[in-house]
């Protein structure tokens, strides 16, 4: 059991997460995203992704909520950052704030300098609960969309850059393409296992709808890409070029590749999630993307940091 348990309201009782429960919870950030968006993102592969991270203890690191009868009313992790979510009918009950506070005892007690929430900016309910806790904007994620009334045009390579869909044992080349790419500014390399569990292994993953660009046989460039049925469009899950490839078009033409196949596979929808520590929004928005809605990742110092 958690170390820490917060005060909930009347009829409210908290344990921790299990794999078992991995079902239910994406059942329950999909109701959130609904109520938010009108649409699903989030998948079942998502979600058991985040509850098999190296180093997360779901004894210690979740905690969910269920109410009188039962039904998952809220969920919350943290590991490194922070995530929180309360089904819309349980909202404005004090939920939100008890798992917030239970989270920031949390990463405390494990010895972290500081916790970050992710919060969109259009959760105006929750923008103001961190504001009132001391959180303080930290960098601005934006998700960007891709419409496919027509089938998208691809552009001509740059002189010598071939292309072709993901295929079976590209991963470990991909991974090692990806974590070179985003060292300057990631926080850590992931291992391959962990990535491989949010990209390549992931149940949603769609090896047809991902482009991998080479230059003379070397891989130079992949745009790796979901497929989320309950959203009925693609999502480019990650882009990366190596850096002595950059600023030769190879970007742009793997997301029109993404695109493409995405239209092909009877998706008129493509989306793709960035952020502004990695200064791509202006790529995307030349490339034809827009923005759908944007969030804004908080940070709180906690004491003793």
Known sequence: MSEFVPTLPPGYRARPATADDTGTVHELVSACERALYGR???DHGGIAAV???PG???ALDTLLIH?????LAARAWVNRRSEIDVHPRHRGRGLGAALL???EVRAHRAGSEQIVQTVPDDDTGAVSLLRSRGYEPMVTEWLLEFAMTDEPAVPEPPTGITVRPFLSGDGPEAHRLVQDAFDAWQQRREPYEEWAKHTVDRPAFA???SAMAFDDGQLVGVALSLDLPEADEGYVEQVAVRADHRNRGIARLLLRHAFHACHRHGRRMCTLATHSDTGALDLYLRVGMSVRH????HRKRLPGA
């Open 101 to 103: 506070e239970w989270a």
């Open 40 to 42: 699903v993102r989030t």
């Open 51 to 53: 509850l098999a991270r």
């Open 294 to 297: 944007s969030s804004t990742v």
């Open 67 to 71: 109410d009188g009868e039962g039904r």
């Open 56 to 58: 997360l203890v779901p």
């Open 207 to 209: 090896p047809a709808m």
